[in-house]
């Protein structure tokens, strides 16, 4: 995003929006009909957040700061999870980074990318299951 009009940087929340305008922001229902679907579901919280909120089931964890390394074929830290040719959807605590980590995997080619908008907490609102350990 480039610098407003006015001098100041773009805000976080700012990007956020600008985010969820390049990508597909599905809601729980929407997810939930993916979910039976041949779809790779990432989560993007951190370790404390799964043990502390849980997760949805059949999530593939990983951490926003590796995301792009694993999402890379070229990075040594590639994971087979990610292939650019299968469908992808991104959730967090409440969807904001979601939204900024599934906008940068569209930029990296991946072209079948969403986001859970909302998040886990969407997610448990609209009455989805949480696993726990």
């Given at each position: 995003m480039p610098e407003r009009a006015d001098g100041?940087?773009?805000t976080a929340a700012e990007m956020v929006a600008e985010a969820e305008e390049l990508v597909e922001n599905l809601g729980p229902n929407?997810?939930?009909v993916e979910l039976g679907g041949d779809v790779v579901l990432i989560d993007i919280r951190e370790e404390?957040?799964?043990r502390t909120q849980g997760w949805i089931a059949d999530s593939v964890r990983a951490p926003r700061g590796m995301l792009e390394?694993?999402?890379d074929p070229?990075?040594?830290y590639h994971?087979?999870?990610f292939d650019p040719n299968r469908r992808l959807i991104l959730y967090c605590a409440t969807g904001e980074r979601s939204s900024l980590a599934a906008a940068m995997l569209k930029r990296m080619g991946y072209r079948r990318i969403a986001h859970l908008k909302?998040?886990?907490r969407a997610w448990r609102e609209g009455?989805?299951?949480v696993e726990r350990s």
């Open positions: 100041i940087h773009p929407q997810m939930a404390d957040e799964n390394f694993w999402a070229t990075s040594p994971r087979a999870e909302g998040g886990l009455g989805g299951p």
